[in-house]
């Protein structure tokens, strides 16, 4: 199917707009602090869109994706210490290791109602988390468990994933995140993605359709996984140190699912605009405020969270798209999912 | 041998309080069929409302029961009528509310950091007149707070149990919890129903938190660890009933205590996650729940 046919000028336009920005941003910005604050607002875009995949999709919650973050970090990295593999093999087999490891979870708990599985979700993040943080040594790996991994500096090497400068790392995750906001798209307009919207409105009626909801389910999870775990070898590599308090924490992985939240799950755009709005402001209040309310950053997310959920559930994506419309002439008033049969068949 | 004993009465006395805990969650899953996320912060405000109270007063901590027990059920009560029941009207007719438990993690999150700016992270310890008096039973010792809180909570729960099956309000409740519409069509305000069940479920965290400041720190994240317990307790115990959620939260409270003989304190942590995890795999319905509930 092309993507791109059904868009309007306008928004293709916007789009192509949109990509030159991020791509020439680093040529404008060169103070190393605020391209480090990009490359979080992109991991972070990155994260919630991988995120998105299962929790908007596939019309579950889960509230413990940091354990892939995790698996993913810790996977290439002992492989990198312990046998000197690159981490960008590392970095595949971090990601198939999550996504099997989703699977296996997903089997028993995706048939299950929406609490059960964030439940088991939140369990299984804080058992990989406590085991990390229990394990000296695994077999041949040294874990070396809250202390965390320290992986050497090498300077500039492609082979080893490190560089000097900040700029290589933004637009490594600027590829990343157009990749999974690609594969994103692709789901939509696939047959998968319209099983998994079936699934979600109305699993009986799916099935009885024969819809295999259930099989459906645990593709969006593998995948979903997968993409979370290249982002911790992401992360291990920008920042050269991964401990279980940061990488497997529940903060981060309730951060996760609330950017997806607050922006809009279920669409493409919904996570990475609320990475766009809440990582600043988290920045921000951290900055301002952090010293005299710490944790103050923390509340106001809170709040942001509950006010969208009662006056916006579909997220800012909706109000911010219906803005958008408006102003750019209205014509195409349709959402983009509508298929355009519907169109021409009205036009008889 | 002794060790053992030992153990097992202390999983058994902190058991109970666990117990009561999941008490209250599992009403508030029972009547609204929503698992409170925010129940553990819930706990933790009952904690430092516990600590506040003795601290600036000077008084018994099981004083304390009078005034931090209505101060939480109002506080669940203005918490689901003004947060949560917007979302749930709005999440009436579909299958799974989820924006629900969203909001109640959300809720999770804003009460712990709060309470993390407010009260800052340190680690507060209140000492009262039970603080570190050991009864001694033939060689066998416990803590004093420990058997009081454990006495506690057996009679809040068997006082939540005589309520809910023989008062008005309580087959009110029942009513609700069975099937709304009907219970509605019977006169029954079903809203009104909610408020109170979350203002009696966080009631629970109250009386949780006054017993268990004489021996538990008391810091802005404790919540978490109890919300965690709790949830596994429930799961286990059967969602919605009382007697499970008790039995369960002993069963948890001796696992982590005679476990902790075996293992190092870390350890206990995961054996505890792994637990449920197989529970959830083997039997979602847990103990006593109610097989078509999930």
């Known amino acids: 199917m092309n993507l791109l046919a059904r868009r309007s000028s306008k928004d293709k336009i916007l789009t192509l707009a949109a990509l030159a920005t991020a791509f020439a941003l680093p040529l404008v910005v060169t103070s190393p602090s605020y391209l480090q604050m990009l490359i979080l607002l992109l991991f972070y875009a990155y994260l919630t869109s991988s995120w998105n995949l299962v929790g908007g999709f596939a019309g579950v919650l889960p509230l413990g994706h940091a354990a892939f973050v995790a698996l993913g970090a810790y996977t290439s990295t002992l492989l990198y210490l312990q046998y000197g593999i690159s981490p960008w093999l590392g970095m595949l087999v971090g990601g198939v290791v999550a996504a099997l490891v989703g699977v296996i979870i997903g089997i028993p708990t995706l048939k299950m109602r929406g609490a059960y599985f964030a439940l088991a979700t939140i369990a299984f993040a804080e058992a990989i988390r406590v085991l990390i943080e229990n394990t000296s040594q695994l077999g041949p790996f040294k874990v070396n468990g809250p202390r965390g991994l320290l992986i050497n500096l090498k300077g500039n090497s492609f082979a080893a994933y490190q560089f000097t400068s900040k700029v290589s790392y933004y637009y490594i995750m600027l590829a990343l995140l157009l990749a999974v906001l690609g594969v994103t798209a692709l789901l939509m307009r696939s047959k998968l993605g319209y099983y998994l919207s079936a699934g979600g409105e109305d699993p009986e009626a799916a099935q009885a359709l024969g819809v295999n909801v259930a099989k459906y389910k645990l593709l969006a999870m593998a995948l979903s996984c997968f993409f979370t775990a290249l982002a911790g070898t992401f992360y291990a590599q920008l920042m050269l140190y991964i401990a279980p308090q940061n990488i497997c924490g529940l903060n981060l992985s309730f951060e996760i699912a609330f950017i997806a939240l607050i922006g809009g799950r279920g669409t493409i755009l919904g996570p990475v605009l609320g990475a766009l709005l809440l990582r600043p402001l988290n920045e921000l209040t951290r900055n301002y405020l952090g010293g005299l309310l710490p944790g103050m950053h923390l509340v106001i997310f809170g709040l942001i969270l509950v006010l969208v959920m009662i006056y916006q559930p579909r997220g800012i994506q909706e109000p911010l798209t219906r803005l958008y419309r408006r102003l750019t002439g209205g014509g195409n008033g349709q959402d983009e999912d509508t298929l355009p049969k519907a169109k021409e068949a009205v036009k008889l | ?294």
């Open chain 2, 1 to 294: 041998m002794e060790n053992f004993l030992q153990s097992l009465i202390s999983g058994l006395l902190i058991g109970g309080i666990y117990g009561l805990t999941a008490v209250g969650l599992t009403l508030i899953f029972g009547v609204m069929k929503v698992i409170n996320f925010a129940h553990g912060s819930l706990l933790m405000v009952g904690m430092f409302a516990a600590y506040w109270f003795v601290k600036l007063s000077g008084l018994n901590p099981y004083l304390a029961l009078f005034v931090v027990v209505p101060l939480l059920f109002l506080f669940g009560y203005a918490m689901q009528h003004v947060v949560i029941r917007p979302v749930f009207k709005a999440e009436k007719d579909v299958r799974e509310p989820i924006t629900v438990i969203i909001v109640t993690t959300g809720i999770w999150y804003i009460l712990d950091n709060l309470s993390l700016m407010a009260f800052g992270a340190e680690y507060r310890v209140v000492h009262t007149s039970v603080s570190g008096k050991i009864f001694d039973l033939g060689g066998i010792y416990f803590l004093q707070s420990k058997f009081y809180g454990f006495l506690i909570a057996l009679a809040t729960t068997l006082l939540l149990y005589w309520f809910l099956k023989h008062s008005k309000m309580g087959k009110a409740i029942r009513a609700t919890s069975l099937d709304r519409e009907a219970a509605s069509l019977m006169g029954v305000n079903q809203y009104r129903i909610y408020n109170i069940a979350f203002g009696i479920g966080t009631a629970c965290c109250g009386v949780a938190g006054c017993v268990l400041i004489p021996f538990y720190y008391v810091y802005p994240t404790v919540g978490t660890i109890f919300d965690i317990r709790a949830f596994i307790i429930v799961v286990l115990g059967g969602l919605g009933s009382i007697p499970g959620a008790l039995l369960g939260g002993i069963l948890i409270g001796i696992t982590q205590s005679v476990g902790a003989q075996f293992m190092a304190a870390t350890w206990t942590e995961e054996i505890i996650y792994v637990l449920f995890l197989l529970i959830l795999f083997v039997k979602p319905a847990g103990l006593f729940g109610n097989r078509h509930d999930f």
